[in-house]
């Protein structure tokens, strides 16, 4: 109770404050995944428009990922989008309610004969992604791009990433790679995706109360379904489904 009096009196405190924009980070791909990845185009409507009937509206700073993540640690945007809640993000981040989930694991080759080690991005070395695999075995590499190009060339027998950023990536920029890879879907964890507000900028509180109103009006009202349906995102990522882990 003490919380939720406390998140009321932060958010009227930023509301009277005047700050009308809500200032987030995103990926520098951000334009083309609200084309072509269903999950975070459907999250990036629900929150836009529901900050919109708040009186909010939203100013998206596009920068490569690392970058994004640094300004926002920095305090110089309220929050990342999206942001999933890996181990060690809660030391600079405030975690928003959770716009959905989604699966990671391992992306195959659909044939036999992989060679090699299984792969995983370097910027998330600091925690696992999965639970069933150590990451002290992962081949680190730069890039998802790279990781997905050396699996379709047999190089690596799995790549640890996101099953809905994956997919969307071969369906854009690798797509001539495309039908020689797939999720494995026998054993996944699940991971809920947030927006992470930056604790160090000096309005963390009430921008965290403000885009928790948002979300909570936007499941309330059915808009939140309503728009994942249109998106066409998968049931298991979205919130009230079946959160345990494959």
């Given at each position: 109770m003490l919380k939720v009096v406390a998140n009321l009196l932060f958010l009227i405190s930023f509301t009277a404050s005047g700050a009308q924009t809500i200032s987030f980070a995103v990926g520098h791909d951000h334009d083309k995944m609200v084309k072509h990845y269903a999950f975070y185009a459907a999250s990036w409507e629900i929150i836009n428009h529901e900050l919109e009937l708040l009186g909010y509206k939203v100013d998206a700073n596009a920068y490569p990922w690392a970058r994004a993540k640094e300004m926002v640690r920095s305090g110089q945007h309220h929050g990342l989008f999206l942001a999933a809640n890996f181990q060690g993000r809660d030391k600079w981040a405030l975690f928003s309610q959770a716009l959905g989930k989604?699966?990671?694991?391992?992306?195959?080759h659909k044939e036999s004969g992989s060679t090699g080690p299984i792969a995983s991005v370097r910027l998330i070395s600091d925690y696992s992604l999965v639970s069933f695999i150590s990451p002290k075995t992962q081949l680190q590499l730069a890039t998802a791009q790279e990781g997905l190009n050396l699996l379709a060339n047999k190089k690596v027998k799995g790549f640890v990433m996101s099953r809905?950023?994956?997919?969307?990536?071969?369906?854009?920029?690798?797509?001539?790679?495309?039908?020689?890879?797939?999720?494995?879907?026998?054993?996944?964890?699940l991971y809920s995706a947030h927006i992470a507000v930056s604790k160090t900028h000096k309005e963390a509180e009430g921008t965290l109360a403000l885009i928790d109103k948002a979300l909570a009006n936007s499941i309330a009202s059915g808009r939140y379904q309503n728009?994942?349906?249109?998106?066409?995102?998968?049931?298991?990522?979205?919130?009230?489904?079946?959160?345990g882990n494959k």
């Open positions: 989604d699966q990671f694991g391992l992306f195959k809905s950023y994956g997919e969307y990536l071969l369906a854009t920029e690798l797509n001539d790679i495309a039908e020689k890879i797939a999720f494995d879907t026998n054993r996944y964890d728009i994942m349906t249109k998106h066409q995102v998968r049931g298991v990522q979205l919130m009230g489904k079946d959160s």
